[in-house]
């Protein structure tokens, strides 16, 4: 199995920067794994923000390119998002996700940071 753990979210004023950090861990767990963040606002379906994979190739949304990156340390079994010119918009619960391709689909999934965005 794999498990992933977040952490790193808050609450930040818009045009404010915030880093997640997702840990990864498990008997099953290895560095040839896409890594992926998704977040959902209330009211809203689960969406894709960025991808990773095993290489660090990178995968973005058109709504946060140029703003958010997504990198890893493979040696630390951990993913980040860099995450700079907050918008309002950008508030939501923040998920890790691990899965074969970044394209998905992404089969083990973190518990969830919060992420809130005051204007």
């Known amino acids: 199995q794999v498990h992933l753990v977040e952490s790193g979210g808050g609450l930040v004023q818009a045009g404010g920067s915030l880093r997640l950090s997702c840990a990864a861990s498990g008997r099953t767990f290895s560095s040839s794994y896409a890594m992926g963040w998704f977040r959902q606002a209330p009211g809203k379906e689960r969406e894709f923000v960025a991808g990773t994979s095993w290489n660090n190739s990178t995968y973005y949304a058109v709504s946060v390119k140029g703003r958010f990156t997504i990198s890893r340390d493979n040696a630390k079994n951990t993913v980040y998002l860099q995450m700079n010119s907050l918008k309002p918009d950008d508030t939501a619960v923040y998920y890790c996700?691990?899965?074969?391709?970044?394209?998905?689909?992404?089969?083990?999934w973190g518990q969830g940071t919060q992420v809130t965005v005051s204007s």
């Open positions: 996700a691990a899965g074969l391709r970044p394209a998905g689909p992404y089969n083990y």
